[in-house]
């Protein structure tokens, strides 16, 4: 089992940054993949980006791409989204996930844990 946990989240004016944390517990994450999706109301669950938890590598969602890092402290079970140059359309409430190492990175269903997801609001 793994237990995810999100912090960081919040107002911001457009044009502002945040960076979101991801507090992860329960097995080791070796062979995972631990990713950040996004559900504004009204609309589906979208795929924001995902680091490799071994290698490190890094894929984002064409919305997140200059704008947000992903990262991971390995010492800290810890994953980040860093997000600069926030956008009003970028509000939204953002969860961690973790899977399997597949190659369906943007595919909610391939996610077997969740967090409880934390609140990004963005003004103009």
């Known amino acids: 089992q793994v237990q995810l946990g999100e912090s960081g989240g919040g107002w911001v004016q457009a044009g502002g940054s945040l960076r979101l944390t991801c507090a992860v517990s329960?097995?080791?994450?070796?062979?995972?993949?631990m990713a950040w999706f996004r559900q504004a109301p009204g609309k589906e669950r979208e795929f924001v980006a995902v680091i490799n938890w071994s290698g490190g590598s890094t894929y984002y969602a064409d919305s997140a791409k200059g704008r947000f890092t992903i990262s991971r402290d390995v010492t800290k079970n810890t994953v980040y989204l860093q997000m600069n140059t926030l956008k009003p359309d970028d509000t939204a409430v953002y969860y961690c996930?973790?899977?399997?190492?597949?190659?369906?990175?943007?595919?909610?269903?391939?996610?077997?844990?969740w967090g409880q997801g934390t609140q990004v609001t963005v003004s103009s």
């Open positions: 996930a973790a899977a399997a190492v597949n190659l369906f990175v943007h595919l909610a269903d391939r996610y077997a844990y």
């Open positions: 329960g097995r080791t994450l070796s062979n995972y993949q």
